[in-house]
């Protein structure tokens, strides 16, 4: 009997026991759903991994909140009603993947095979900015540096240039250390709304991190960390000479320039801003909405290396979509073509000897066009055709290797003249070693040979940060590099001067400029292709299986008649609307013109199929599904035109 009542008991207070965990489960935790609730729904939300370290959490311990909320109240735009959760647009950013970067990957092994005693040097340079979270956890832990043989099996550095990487930052150091120099604050976050605006006691209970306001995170100099970096030069023999190279000048090109004194910040582009209201937290919907909201874009210029994460996710373990990437794929093509750069095709002057063109080329971003890491160019394809359609005169066309032809061993110098069609106007960074040669080994950077990269607006040789954004050059003796017609500095621009030789040709001409972008050029890949190791091999066999296309930013085209009489046929066309929503655009004519639509162009110049009809006196035509900027190919009697149109 008395085991009976003893089991009866037992029995009893476990039922007692197990409604009262139940109960304290589903109990509220710092708003309506228990921890059971909230378990089942970040459990169902994220492939992300979810690891703590000493000092810092991975993304997905992020994503829980600040993911896709389920049930559709958190993170939505109320202007179109779209998911804007910041975990979803980061995860597919070349950000969010800094440390899988098969290029980035590649590079760094080879830099390890020239320069193997300075393995550790070389690692803890890179990493602390490809993969900080590991770099810094080792760091402030008081361990041994993080090294590339760690890299593989870090879940934190595989969660690269993650959440609080920068939302963990310091606000006394931001803005004033470079080359991977990073600090942290411990268990606090900073976001860009003031205190009294948002619920700390959410993300303290669940993380044990105290958000609040940092000025730093909606400023530019949460980036300059990482996008200033200055390396050590070390001799042929792996010595340290005591030089220095800077390898990249993000942040400084945008001090040296117009936005950073009228206050527009990297975010401004990078991380587009829209109004609110949009709660922050996935199911708590009764927290205040915030605005202004940040899109965690994060968008670019390298098109190419995002195909190729995303055709090779799975090997690479990156936990995206497809969908999400083709997302930021499509944003970075349209950072790139929409918001980097104009160019502007003139006739100067006729005469069945030469024709005289200028090309003008406006950087509209907030620093070098291109900026960044070294082997990222820009290259003008000049083309001249006559009535018949023939080629008069090419310049800047590429190979069947994507390579630029007449582009010189080792490097095309830059020209303010271009009279032959083996001359090719060039924007980039080209590095020497200690003895005046070209080299693309990082470590053996000396000096630059070469950098004439478009300058931003106001940029000028006097500005405090010119020792690290130098001219390179014969762009210092271009009298129309960055300079305006009253040859003051700070234009932006640079103007080439195409001299075409007629032989005698008086017919009508088609003139067409075409700006092109390349993240990893064959001339750059050479050198490191010319080694045999897993990680450059694996790479190679990615870039080999990619289109590896240059992607096209900006073009102009000019038509004149015969004996050098200027017809702007262009601007007697009109394209309305532009940009258009539902795909439909009207092509007319101001006045009688023999109209034809010969093609449509994507905004890398590749063919997409063509739906016109007749529409008045003139054509409409259909876009593709897909927002961007196409390209128009029109005849207009009988001369072809290129009319740029945008699909928002």
């Given at each position: 009997?008395?085991?009976?009542?003893?089991?009866?008991?037992?029995?009893?207070?476990?039922?007692?026991?197990?409604?009262?965990?139940?109960?304290?489960?589903?109990?509220?935790?710092?708003?309506?759903?228990?921890?059971?609730?909230?378990?089942?729904?970040?459990?169902?939300?994220?492939?992300?991994?979810?690891?703590?370290?000493?000092?810092?959490?991975?993304?997905?311990?992020?994503?829980?909140?600040?993911?896709?909320?389920?049930?559709?109240?958190?993170?939505?735009?109320?202007?179109?009603?779209?998911?804007?959760?910041?975990?979803?647009?980061?995860?597919?950013?070349?950000?969010?993947?800094?440390?899988?970067?098969?290029?980035?990957?590649?590079?760094?092994?080879?830099?390890?095979?020239?320069?193997?005693?300075?393995?550790?040097?070389?690692?803890?340079?890179?990493?602390?900015?490809?993969?900080?979270?590991?770099?810094?956890?080792?760091?402030?832990?008081?361990?041994?540096?993080?090294?590339?043989?760690?890299?593989?099996?870090?879940?934190?550095?595989?969660?690269?240039?993650?959440?609080?990487?920068?939302?963990?930052?310091?606000?006394?150091?931001?803005?004033?250390?470079?080359?991977?120099?990073?600090?942290?604050?411990?268990?606090?976050?900073?976001?860009?709304?003031?205190?009294?605006?948002?619920?700390?006691?959410?993300?303290?209970?669940?993380?044990?991190?105290?958000?609040?306001?940092?000025?730093?995170?909606?400023?530019?100099?949460?980036?300059?960390?990482?996008?200033?970096?200055?390396t050590e030069t070390l001799d042929l023999e792996g010595n340290l000479t005591g030089d220095r190279f800077v390898e990249q000048a993000t942040y400084h090109e945008w001090k040296n320039s117009v936005y950073s004194a009228t206050g527009t910040q990297c975010n401004t582009c990078h991380m587009p801003r829209i109004d609110?209201?949009?709660?922050?937290?996935?199911?708590?919907?009764?927290?205040?909405?915030?605005?202004?909201?940040?899109?965690?874009?994060?968008?670019?210029?390298?098109?190419?290396?995002?195909?190729?994460?995303?055709?090779?996710?799975?090997?690479?373990?990156?936990?995206?979509?497809?969908?999400?990437?083709?997302?930021?794929?499509?944003?970075?093509?349209?950072?790139?073509?929409?918001?980097?750069?104009?160019?502007?095709?003139?006739?100067?002057?006729?005469?069945?000897?030469?024709?005289?063109?200028?090309?003008?080329?406006?950087?509209?971003?907030?620093?070098?066009?291109?900026?960044?890491?070294?082997?990222?160019?820009?290259?003008?394809?000049?083309?001249?055709?006559?009535?018949?359609?023939?080629?008069?005169?090419?310049?800047?066309?590429?190979?069947?290797?994507?390579?630029?032809?007449?582009?010189?061993?080792?490097?095309?110098?830059?020209?303010?003249?271009?009279?032959?069609?083996?001359?090719?106007?060039?924007?980039?960074?080209?590095?020497?070693?200690?003895?005046?040669?070209?080299?693309?080994?990082?470590?053996?950077?000396?000096?630059?040979?070469?950098?004439?990269?478009?300058?931003?607006?106001?940029?000028?040789?006097?500005?405090?940060?010119?020792?690290?954004?130098?001219?390179?050059?014969?762009?210092?003796?271009?009298?129309?590099?960055?300079?305006?017609?009253?040859?003051?500095?700070?234009?932006?621009?640079?103007?080439?001067?195409?001299?075409?030789?007629?032989?005698?040709?008086?017919?009508?001409?088609?003139?067409?400029?075409?700006?092109?972008?390349?993240?990893?050029?064959?001339?750059?890949?050479?050198?490191?292709?010319?080694?045999?190791?897993?990680?450059?091999?694996?790479?190679?066999?990615?870039?080999?299986?990619?289109?590896?296309?240059?992607?096209?930013?900006?073009?102009?085209?000019?038509?004149?008649?015969?004996?050098?009489?200027?017809?702007?046929?262009?601007?007697?066309?009109?394209?309305?609307?532009?940009?258009?929503?539902?795909?439909?655009?009207?092509?007319?004519?101001?006045?009688?013109?023999?109209?034809?639509?010969?093609?449509?162009?994507?905004?890398?110049?590749?063919?997409?199929?063509?739906?016109?009809?007749?529409?008045?006196?003139?054509?409409?035509?259909?876009?593709?599904?897909?927002?961007?900027?196409?390209?128009?190919?029109?005849?207009?009697?009988?001369?072809?035109?290129?009319?740029?149109?945008?699909?928002?």
């Amino acid at each position: 009997m008395r085991a009976r009542k003893f089991l009866l008991l037992s029995s009893l207070l476990a039922v007692i026991l197990l409604f009262a965990g139940w109960t304290e489960a589903n109990r509220p935790v710092r708003g309506p759903h228990g921890r059971i609730e909230l378990a089942l729904y970040r459990a169902t939300t994220d492939s992300l991994p979810v690891v703590q370290s000493g000092y810092f959490w991975t993304s997905g311990r992020c994503s829980g909140c600040h993911g896709r909320d389920l049930l559709g109240q958190a993170s939505i735009d109320p202007a179109t009603g779209n998911d804007v959760n910041v975990v979803n647009d980061w995860r597919s950013t070349l950000m969010a993947n800094s440390a899988r970067d098969p290029f980035f990957r590649a590079k760094l092994e080879h830099e390890l095979l020239i320069n193997p005693d300075h393995a550790d040097a070389i690692s803890n340079k890179c990493l602390s900015c490809h993969a900080p979270l590991a770099v810094y956890e080792e760091a402030l832990s008081g361990r041994q540096s993080f090294t590339h043989a760690m890299l593989d099996t870090s879940v934190l550095a595989s969660d690269g240039v993650s959440c609080l990487a920068c939302h963990m930052q310091s606000t006394m150091n931001t803005g004033s250390t470079f080359s991977g120099e990073l600090h942290f604050d411990s268990a606090r976050v900073y976001g860009p709304f003031s205190d009294d605006q948002i619920n700390p006691n959410i993300m303290e209970f669940f993380v044990g991190i105290t958000p609040g306001f940092g000025d730093h995170i909606v400023n530019s100099k949460v980036c300059a960390g990482c996008h200033t970096l200055i390396t050590e030069t070390l001799d042929l023999e792996g010595n340290l000479t005591g030089d220095r190279f800077v390898e990249q000048a993000t942040y400084h090109e945008w001090k040296n320039s117009v936005y950073s004194a009228t206050g527009t910040q990297c975010n401004t582009c990078h991380m587009p801003r829209i109004d609110g209201p949009v709660i922050l937290a996935a199911e708590y919907a009764f927290l205040n909405g915030q605005t202004p909201f940040g899109l965690h874009h994060l968008a670019g210029a390298n098109v190419h290396m995002l195909e190729i994460l995303k055709a090779n996710r799975e090997a690479l373990g990156i936990p995206a979509t497809e969908a999400q990437f083709d997302s930021t794929i499509a944003r970075t093509r349209a950072m790139l073509t929409q918001r980097a750069l104009d160019v502007d095709v003139d006739l100067i002057d006729r005469t069945a000897d030469t024709a005289y063109f200028d090309v003008r080329l406006e950087n509209r971003a907030g620093h070098r066009f291109p900026s960044g890491y070294p082997s990222r160019r820009a290259f003008v394809e000049f083309v001249v055709r006559d009535v018949d359609g023939d080629t008069v005169f090419a310049s800047g066309r590429i190979d069947g290797t994507y390579e630029v032809i007449g582009h010189d061993t080792p490097y095309e110098p830059h020209y303010d003249v271009i009279k032959q069609p083996d001359q090719v106007q060039i924007y980039e960074l080209v590095m020497g070693d200690v003895n005046g040669d070209f080299t693309t080994v990082l470590e053996r950077a000396k000096d630059p040979l070469k950098d004439n990269r478009l300058v931003p607006l106001g940029f000028t040789t006097l500005h405090p940060s010119y020792d690290t954004t130098l001219i390179a050059g014969s762009a210092l003796i271009d009298p129309d590099f960055n300079r305006t017609l009253d040859n003051e500095e700070g234009s932006g621009t640079d103007v080439v001067h195409y001299h075409i030789p007629m032989n005698g040709t008086t017919g009508t001409l088609y003139a067409t400029a075409r700006v092109f972008y390349q993240s990893m050029p064959p001339a750059w890949n050479a050198e490191m292709f010319s080694n045999h190791a897993a990680r450059i091999d694996t790479f190679r066999t990615m870039l080999d299986a990619s289109d590896g296309t240059p992607t096209l930013v900006t073009a102009d085209s000019l038509g004149i008649g015969p004996l050098g009489v200027a017809e702007p046929i262009a601007q007697r066309i009109v394209v309305l609307p532009n940009p258009t929503t539902d795909g439909w655009v009207q092509i007319q004519a101001v006045s009688y013109e023999r109209l034809e639509i010969l093609a449509l162009y994507d905004a890398r110049g590749r063919a997409v199929p063509l739906v016109n009809e007749r529409y008045r006196s003139g054509w409409r035509i259909r876009l593709p599904v897909a927002a961007g900027i196409y390209y128009v190919h029109l005849s207009v009697n009988g001369s072809p035109v290129l009319k740029r149109v945008m699909r928002q």
